[in-house]
């Protein structure tokens, strides 16, 4: 008689369908991630020759940076991967036990130690190169599969563009391909 089965190791792959950004909670300047993409450096410069005013200069720009690997690739988190595939068990009406055996308890306390899930995902790694190599998406490096995308803050009361507030994002482009790995104990 075999041995139950006592873990499972699985492999799955996800591909972005649309603009996403998963955050690192730093920012960094527009300049600096510029320095290393010919690309992004030929899209500065257009920018700063269509800026007739000195001041502010686009390259001290700041904009809110992506969660990245050793190697430099977007990743997404194990815990994010998670949440998304507990609200897609719901959305699919699996019911409250099978969420919390596969998930764990939804509200977690110090006595839901022993009920965390079966399921554990590791980050997903971006695979290189599997966003598209030639893009119109603003500021767009494929080697480090992303772009910067440029909003406007509104001032609520006067519901108008809130002065002097412009913003930047570094997005992942639809098309990019991830590698998830996960454990089922």
Known sequence: MSAPLRQCRFSFNLELVSVTHVGSGETGTL????????????????????????????????????????????LLPGTALKGAMRALARRAGLGPEVEECLFGASQVTTQDKAREGHMWLWPA??????????????FYDARACSFVLTGIRLDEQRMAVQHNFLYQVEMLPPGLRFRCRGLWM
């Not at 300049?31 to 007739?52: D, F, H, I, P, W």
């Not at 790694?125 to 603003?138: G, H, Q, T, V």
């Open 125 to 138: 790694l971006a695979e290189p190169c599997s966003a598209p190599a030639d893009s119109d998406l603003p």
């Open 31 to 74: 300049g600096k991630l510029c320095e290393n993409s010919a690309s992004r450096k030929k899209a500065l410069k257009t920018v700063q020759q269509r800026n007739r005013e000195p001041d502010p200069r686009p390259e001290e720009a700041q904009v809110m940076l992506l969660q990245r690997g050793a190697d430099g690739l977007p």
